[in-house]
C-alpha cells in the first residue's frame, strides 16, 4: 500500500514524515487486533481460535509500543494521555471537565489583571 499524504511531501518536515509513520503503523495494529478478534469469534476450532487470540494480543503489544514512541516523542499526546489513560470514571466527564477547567483559565486570568490591587506594605517586621 502506498503511502497516503495529504499535503506535498516535499513540504512536510521530518517529524511530520516520522510520526506519520508511526502513526500508519499504529493504524495498521489496531485494525490487524480487530481482524484477529473477529476471526477467532467466528472460528469453529478451538486451537485455531487459541492461535488467533494469541496473534491478536501480539498486535496488542505493538499497538502499545508505538502507542509508548507517540508518548515519548509528541508532548501533546503525552499531555493528553497523562489526563485520559488510567484515569477513573467517565471518560467523557473528564473531557468536559479538562474542556471547563481550560476555559475558566483565560476568563481568570482576564479577571485577575483588571482587579485593582491594594497593598498594605510588607508584613515583616523591621526591627
Request: aromatic share 8%; charged share 30%.
Amino acid at each position: 500500500m502506498a503511502e497516503e499524504w495529504h499535503a506535498p511531501y516535499e513540504r512536510l518536515s521530518r517529524t511530520t514524515i516520522t510520526r506519520h509513520q508511526a502513526l500508519r503503523s499504529l493504524m495498521e495494529e489496531l485494525e490487524a487486533i480487530d481482524w484477529y478478534r473477529q476471526r477467532a469469534d467466528d472460528c469453529r476450532d478451538a486451537e485455531l481460535t487459541e492461535i488467533l487470540l494469541h496473534n491478536m494480543r501480539e498486535e496488542m503489544e505493538h499497538a502499545s509500543m508505538l502507542l509508548e514512541w507517540l508518548r515519548r516523542a509528541d508532548a501533546d499526546f503525552a499531555a493528553r494521555f497523562d489526563i485520559y489513560l488510567y484515569s477513573e470514571g467517565d471518560v467523557a466527564a473528564t473531557e468536559e471537565a479538562v474542556d471547563d477547567a481550560a476555559n475558566a483559565k483565560p476568563a481568570a486570568a482576564a479577571r485577575a489583571k483588571a482587579a485593582p490591587r491594594f497593598t498594605i506594605g510588607s508584613l515583616k517586621g523591621n526591627g
